[in-house]
């Protein structure tokens, strides 16, 4: 790219809210957003080591395997890039502005937006999580946008050092977002986060409220066993130690916009906070039938996810009574399907 001048000499700056080839992140305090699917689906390494592991995840007809790179697989904590940038362009398309899926950032304003330090190790540290992000390939049948991926990718496509400092330290960086997470974007398939997202240390808070933000959003109260929810997260621990975890989060309380509690019958209940829900309204009940209906309808989606959206729809509309729930839930379904939602 070009360098250009801004003294009366030089050239004109280039219209960049115009072109369609990168996109520069300039837009100051942009909401956290993620996208919904990897929020849904365990595709990050919760370890704190070099994971070189292989991950393989099945789960109502969604299949995912992660294959590492030399650098090993891309952590939670590498996401922090992705949600960056996600963030950007998605206040840049509620702007109005055109967008591309190369894009142009600045590692301070990164860092700084994701709650990280400025030191010289923590530009070392992003340099390894770009790296890791590249290198880790990902199979899927998730469903963005309109379109089902079956094909190996990355979650990005390319990165690249701009511009360094005198000392050699990375200033400004472009990242090309793979295809299939652009589309996410496109398609606005994402939720806003808490900025104190990023001030939870541990990885497995991170991801435990990814999905209590995914499954519980503006629901009162999301309820799920420990064996669902030590599959969903991605833990490599086992289901005793992953208790023991669970036990430790709720006696600190540090998850960011919910609570959480642990009910009789080895569940946890997630709560939103400051509301009360001690006596909230039944939700409706869905037939099997309906669920097998509602997979006919979006292949590879999971139709879990879907019906807890539904509910919160649901819940949100003043808790109606339903003459027949399945037949609402379908209907719902149905206009999702077809781009209403």
Known sequence: MSSVTVNGAGSLLPDRHRQGDFFLCDIFDAIPKDDIASMEHPLFSLSTRPDQRILNYAHNGVEITVTPSVKGLATIHDKDILIFCISQLMAALNAGRQVSRTVYLKAHDLLIATNRETSGDAYRRLREAFERLAGTRIT??????????????????????????????????????????????????????????????????????????????????????????????????????????????????????????????????????????????????????????????????????????????????????????????????????????
């Open 140 to 341: 899927t049948n998730i469903v963005t946008g309109d379109h089902e991926v079956t094909s190996g990718f990355g979650m990005i496509e390319a990165w690249e050092i701009v511009r360094k400092s005198r000392g050699g330290r990375m200033v400004s960086v472009s990242v090309t977002l793979s295809d299939w997470l652009y589309r996410a974007v496109l398609s606005k398939s994402v939720l806003t986060l808490s900025r104190d997202y990023f001030r939870l240390r541990k990885p497995l808070e991170r991801r435990i409220y990814e999905l209590a933000r995914k499954h519980c959003g503006r629901q009162p109260e999301w309820v799920i066993s420990v064996e669902t929810l030590l599959k969903k997260s991605g833990s490599a621990s086992p289901r005793r130690v992953f208790r023991k975890m669970l036990r430790d989060m709720i006696v600190a309380g540090h998850l960011p916009d919910y609570t959480m509690e642990e009910l009789d019958g080895d569940l946890i209940r997630f709560a939103a906070r400051d509301r009360l829900v001690e006596a909230p309204a039944t939700p409706p009940r869905l037939s099997e039938r309906a669920l097998e209906q509602a997979r006919d309808i979006m292949p590879g989606w999971d139709v879990y996810a879907l019906e807890a959206d539904w509910r919160g729809v649901w819940a949100r509309s003043g808790a109606p009574k339903l003459r027949s729930p399945d037949a609402a839930f379908l209907g719902w379904v149905k206009k999702r399907a077809a781009g209403a939602y």
